[in-house]
Structure formats: C-alpha cells, structure tokens
C-alpha cells in the first residue's frame, strides 16, 4: 500500500525567502513522485514528476524538488518566494506503469507569502 | 485551446435532489476521473474510465454515478444517497492509462456544489 503526508498544512514565508514545502512517501515498490499547484478555486496543475533517474528534478515556476530513497521524502523547493507563488500545493505518490487512478494525493499545504 | 471544462462552477442543491456535473475534454485523452475535495483532505477518487463506456469505481463511489458514452465527456451524477454532497468536485483527465505519462493528470477549473 502507499501513502503520502505532507507536513505542515499551511506554511508561511517572506517574499523572497526560501520556500520548504515537506513531503514523505511509503511505498512497497519504487514510486512515482509528484507535486501539484492550485490556486484559489482553481483545478491542479502538475508543477513536477519524478518517475525514474536523476533525483533533482525541475519544474515549473522556479520550483525543484529532490527524491531521497534513504529518507523517503520528495520536499520541494524553491528559493525565493514571489507573491505569485501563493497557493495550495500537493504531494502525490503513484504506481511506476500504473493508472493514475493509483495516485494518492497528500492532504496538501497552503503557501502565504508575506510581504 | 485543448483542455477540460466543468460546468456549472457553481451550483446549488436542495436536500433529497440529484444533480449532474458536467465534464468535457478535447484533450484526446482515453481516461478520465472525478475526485472530490474537501478541506484539508486532499483529493479522493470517485470514479474514473479509461475507455469508452467501461468506468470503475473509485475509493469513495457511493452515492454517486457516471457515463463515459463519448470519449470527450464523462458526467458525474450526485445522488440523493450521497450523504455529506456539499464539497468541490475535480475531473481531470491522462492521456495514458500506464506508463510514466499515466500520473500527470489535466485538471478542469472545478466545480463547487453546496446542499441547503
């Protein structure tokens, strides 16, 4: 079975600031890893993926994030904050070649950003 | 420009009335899902399809119902036996049904149905 949990359901940061958004994953085989952005009353958008190779991956927006088998996370980053950037954000856990109907999404975390 | 549509955003229901929330894609993606969302615990499955008229269901589908006649639409139907209907309610869609393109899911604008 997998599961995801996103540490902290809102975290609050100063624009230009760094921003440290926590994910942890179980998973009985290697994962699928994902994040996702939505804004206000808006739907998701995939903002990155990990499925298989490099551990850094880059997204959109500026934002990265870093698999670590050893720890079991998939935090994401980004190391300035902008305005803009504020929203709900969610981790997600998939199977490798499997439906997304696998996904299991994280109960997300709400970004502010402070002026 | 390809994407999802929902509609209506929003919409109103009185107790004891079903409702249908419409879904369409012009994506060409096979498989489509519905989730729901309610604060603070992010989003579960309702139903989803991979292929025309053949759906499953998903960790929360009762009280619910769908269709997939067209490749393009997938209403989600809120019945009367859905006992807590008031949430926002997601569909999105992947255009494969395995893979590592499977998980990256397009997501429509939502749509938000609240009981009185």
């Known amino acids: 079975a997998q599961s995801v949990t996103q540490l902290g359901s809102h975290v609050s940061v100063s624009e230009g600031a760094l921003v440290l958004l926590r994910c942890n994953y179980s998973?009985?085989?290697?994962?699928?890893l994902f994040w996702y952005v939505q804004y206000p009353n808006q739907g998701l958008q995939l903002l990155l993926k990990?499925?298989?190779?490099?551990?850094l991956v880059k997204g959109i927006n500026g934002f990265e994030a870093e698999f670590k088998k050893s720890e079991t996370s998939f935090h994401l980053t980004k190391p300035s904050a902008h305005m803009s950037d504020a929203a709900e954000y969610f981790c997600?856990?998939?199977?490798?070649?499997?439906?997304?109907?696998?996904?299991?999404f994280g109960s997300g975390t709400r970004l502010s950003i402070r002026p | 420009d390809g994407g999802i549509t929902q509609s209506p955003k929003y919409l109103f229901r009185k107790e004891g009335q079903n409702v249908t929330l419409s879904c369409e894609q012009n994506?060409?993606?096979?498989?489509m899902y519905w989730y729901r969302q309610d604060p603070g615990q992010g989003l579960r499955l309702i139903y989803y399809?991979?292929?025309?008229?053949?759906?499953q269901k998903g960790d929360i589908a009762e009280g619910y119902s769908v269709s997939r006649e067209k490749k393009e639409s997938f209403p989600l139907t809120v019945t009367s036996a859905q006992k807590n209907p008031t949430a926002f309610y997601l569909c999105?869609?992947?255009?494969?049904?395995?893979?590592?393109?499977?998980?990256?899911?397009?997501f429509g604008e939502g749509s938000r149905l609240t009981v009185l």
């Open positions: 999105a869609s992947s255009g494969r049904t395995s893979g590592s393109m499977a998980g990256e899911l397009f």
């Open positions: 998973s009985s085989v290697p994962p699928y």
């Open positions: 990990y499925t298989t190779g490099a551990t």
């Open positions: 997600a856990v998939g199977l490798p070649n499997s439906s997304a109907s696998k996904i299991i």
């Open positions: 994506l060409n993606h096979d498989a």
């Open positions: 399809s991979q292929i025309v008229n053949d759906f």
